[in-house]
């Protein structure tokens, strides 16, 4: 069965900084999509970015993006120019390909982001 | 187009009652899956509907159970309430191809006393 790491519970970062948040993951399989999903207060699950895993490219949405270690089994979310609005909790997420599994996202336990003015 | 919608928002039930939760998908999505959030477990799944057949299930008791109608509208039902059913109830839309990212409601959060 496949599981979700995010080891820091907790992450703090100043306005306008960089930060990265880890996520390390466990599966047999080759192929498979990994999210980020961002929650704020509203808990409103909001999609931040996403990786197939057949691709080498480490995908980018304006601030954030990802640094995608295939063999290490890492997927970590780097936040640039962190706002005000970033802060929240953020969750790494699993996804097979296999049909049958395909509407079954597995989470890790959060990382929640405090961004200081 | 509109988002993910799900009702009611807020729900108090006592112990032994049951309880349907509502999710209209975007509009066009066939998949809707359902997840259950609680601070000690976490996000956990529960099921997916697609076309109005269950696709996939967690690991949950037979108390709770899903279906889908043909407009993709899902319902939840969880039957004999136990107080650590109280939780967030997130329901997910997808188009239930390719990449299928799911797109997620606002959530109920139902209250078991």
């Known amino acids: 069965a496949q599981t979700v790491t995010q080891s820091q519970p907790e992450m703090s970062v100043q306005e306008a900084e960089t930060v990265t948040l880890s996520c390390t993951y466990d599966t047999s399989e080759s192929d498979y999509y990994l999210f980020w999903y961002k929650q704020p207060p509203s808990r409103q699950m909001i999609l931040v970015i996403r990786q197939e895993a057949y691709k080498q490219q480490n995908a980018t949405e304006n601030r954030f993006s990802v640094n995608f270690q295939k063999a290490a089994k890492s997927f970590s979310l780097k936040i640039s120019d962190s706002q005000l609005g970033d802060a929240a909790m953020y969750f790494c997420a699993y996804r097979s390909i296999k049909g049958n599994q395909g509407g079954k996202l597995i989470f890790g336990q959060g990382t929640e982001l405090s961004v200081k003015p | 187009k509109a988002g993910v919608t799900q009702t009611p928002r807020y729900l108090i039930k006592t112990r032994g009652q049951q309880v349907t939760l509502s999710c209209s998908p975007i509009?066009?999505?066939?998949?809707v899956s359902w997840y259950q959030q609680t601070p000690g477990q976490g996000l956990q799944f529960l099921f997916e509907?697609?076309?109005?057949?269950?696709?996939n299930k967690g690991n949950f008791p037979g108390r709770f159970s899903g279906r889908q109608f043909s407009n993709s509208r899902s319902e939840m039902n969880v039957s004999t309430l136990e107080l650590g059913d109280s939780a967030l109830y997130l329901c997910?839309?997808?188009?239930?191809?390719?990449?299928?990212?799911?797109?997620f409601g606002p959530g109920t959060r139902l209250t078991v006393t």
């Open positions: 509009s066009g999505h066939r998949s």
């Open positions: 509907y697609f076309s109005e057949t269950q696709r």
């Open positions: 997910a839309s997808s188009s239930g191809q390719g990449a299928y990212e799911q797109y």
